[in-house]
């Protein structure tokens, strides 16, 4: 089945900086998602993007789909960032598979 | 709008015992999942459903089975716990397959077989 892995696992950050996670996938894709989970464990979509470039607010994602794989970049990071946040890819007509995730901590 | 909605939140079982954890969700999506996460780890697909009546097995489906009935539940069984069932577990619901699919998650439950 189709491999998906984040980057970096772990990463801490001094609040008002800024990060590039990563999400490198194994085949071609017809749906790719970016989840935050928050220290209290709640899931929360944050983009659905399996090609272009999308931003809300602070956060953004790009997906190069030819070359597979897609960044999301925080901006200004906040506390309330601090999480992990999870890409979850999909295939043909399969589920969709999660990465391992990366942990974010923001340091006021 | 509740949403999906997860009950328990919190459980612990004796090895052996039995459980059903209870999934609903109110926004007519068809299709339902549920979802195990390990320490660590993303999340590993244990069952799903396109439909009531309809339902299939993901990744990890040893030790639990599942059932649909309507549309808005679809409640996960553990049938004689083990240690290795000790997880938190997500239910998600999604209003369309494939290419659009936009995943919507209940608040866990968490479950430790002692």
């Known amino acids: 089945g189709i491999q998906v892995e984040q980057s970096p696992p772990d990463l801490i950050l001094q609040e008002g900086a800024n990060s590039t996670l990563r999400c490198n996938f194994s085949?071609?894709?017809?749906?790719l998602q970016w989840f935050h989970q928050n220290p209290w464990g709640q899931l929360i979509n944050l983009f659905y993007?399996?090609?272009g470039t999308k931003q809300n607010g602070r956060l953004s994602a790009t997906t190069v789909a030819t070359e597979r794989y897609s960044l999301l970049y925080i901006s200004s990071s906040q506390t309330t960032d601090s999480g992990v946040y999870f890409c979850a890819v999909r295939t043909g007509n399969t589920p969709l598979v999660f990465g391992k995730g990366t942990r974010l901590s923001v340091i006021a | 709008n509740a949403g999906v909605t997860q009950t328990p939140k919190f459980r612990i079982l004796k090895i052996g015992q039995s459980m059903t954890l209870q999934c609903t969700q109110d926004m007519n999506h068809n299709y339902m999942y549920w979802y195990r996460q390990d320490p660590g780890m993303g999340l590993k697909l244990i069952y799903y459903?396109?439909?009531?009546?309809i339902t299939d097995k993901g990744e990890v489906p040893n030790g639990y089975n599942v059932s649909r009935s309507t549309t808005e539940d679809f409640p996960l069984r553990l049938e004689l716990a083990a240690p290795s069932q000790t997880s938190v577990y997500f239910c998600?619901?999604?209003?369309?397959w494939g290419a659009g699919e936009k995943l919507f998650f209940g608040s866990g439950t968490q479950l430790s077989v002692l």
């Open positions: 085949d071609s894709v017809n749906n």
């Open positions: 459903s396109v439909g009531a009546g």
């Open positions: 993007i399996p090609s």
């Open positions: 998600a619901s999604s209003y369309m």
